[in-house]
């Protein structure tokens, strides 16, 4: 398979992008290796003289943007969604080098999955709610006393780096992970919505703050990559859950 087959199945999200140019230049970066999706979740200006100047004519990718207002909406239909991040952060997510994570991205697209790179704001990164919907963090190894990289040069690393995997010889070894694909990052958002409401109605927390723990959960069931027919089973026992706690709740005021 020619390596352009697979450039279609990435996208680059920016997240709450403060300086237009930022958003220009990032789409002139992603073009120049070959890929076209740029995603803009809730950008400060856009669209902007400033970025169509410094996109320096990658109209095709100017024109296709697509704004949201949240992430989720922006993963929709990706399974498989990578995080850039200067330092290390809460949230334990696997870490992996600009070259892992183009490895693995590349080898996420040979089986046919569409991916995500997600970039946070010039100022402040991603934040930790933010991380925890990708599957891993990526680090670009800058020196530790000046370790900030700005967003469309962290852009253009890692579409260097994705593009350099997909010149290879050859294409990883990438043999389906499940006999169904993964769910997408809309249903997946779902579910943890289902879960968060479900533990909330059986008390699980018992007064305890629920962040610590969703966090963990979340980290588990991303690392899953369920289908949407193992989706449904756990939505199932989550609503016999409910309904159960509610009964209990009921009998117990009698």
């Known amino acids: 398979m020619p390596a352009l087959d697979l450039a279609p199945l990435f996208r680059f999200v920016l997240v709450r992008t403060s300086h237009p140019g930022n958003i220009g230049s990032a789409a002139r970066a992603i073009r120049t290796m070959g890929f076209t999706r740029l995603e803009l979740v809730s950008p400060h200006r856009f669209p902007d003289p400033e970025a ?11 024109g296709s943007v697509g704004l949201h207002e949240g992430l989720v909406d922006a993963l929709a ?26 490895a693995q991205a590349l080898a996420a697209a040979a089986r046919g999955e569409q991916v995500a790179w997600v970039f946070g704001n010039e100022r402040t990164g991603l934040e930790n709610e933010e991380l925890a ?15 900030s990289l700005n967003l469309s040069q962290a852009v253009q690393v890692m579409a260097y ?22 769910a997408d990052a809309e249903k997946m958002e779902r579910f943890y919505e289902h879960l968060a409401q479900m533990l909330d109605d059986i ?3 018992k007064g305890r703050t629920p962040t610590t723990i969703m966090l963990r959960l979340r980290k588990l069931f991303q690392r899953a990559q369920m289908s949407e027919r193992e989706l449904r089973v756990l939505h199932g026992i989550f609503a016999d859950a409910q309904r159960m706690a509610m ?8």
Request: include cysteine; glycine fraction near 10%; hydrophobic fraction near 40%.
């Open 161 to 182: 780096e994705l593009r350099m995997a997909m010149l290879g010889d050859d294409l990883p070894e990438a043999p389906p992970l499940h006999e169904e694909p993964p």
């Open 133 to 147: 919907r990708c599957h891993a963090m990526v680090r670009i190894p800058s020196v530790e006393d000046f370790s």
């Open 77 to 102: 239909g990706s399974t498989f969604a990578l995080g850039l991040s200067a330092r290390r952060r809460g949230v334990n997510l696997p870490e992996l080098s600009p070259r892992e994570g183009g």
């Open 52 to 62: 169509t100047a410094l996109a320096a004519g990658a109209d095709d990718v100017m």
């Open 203 to 205: 008390d699980f927390h």
């Open 247 to 254: 009964l209990a709740g009921e009998r117990g005021r009698d």
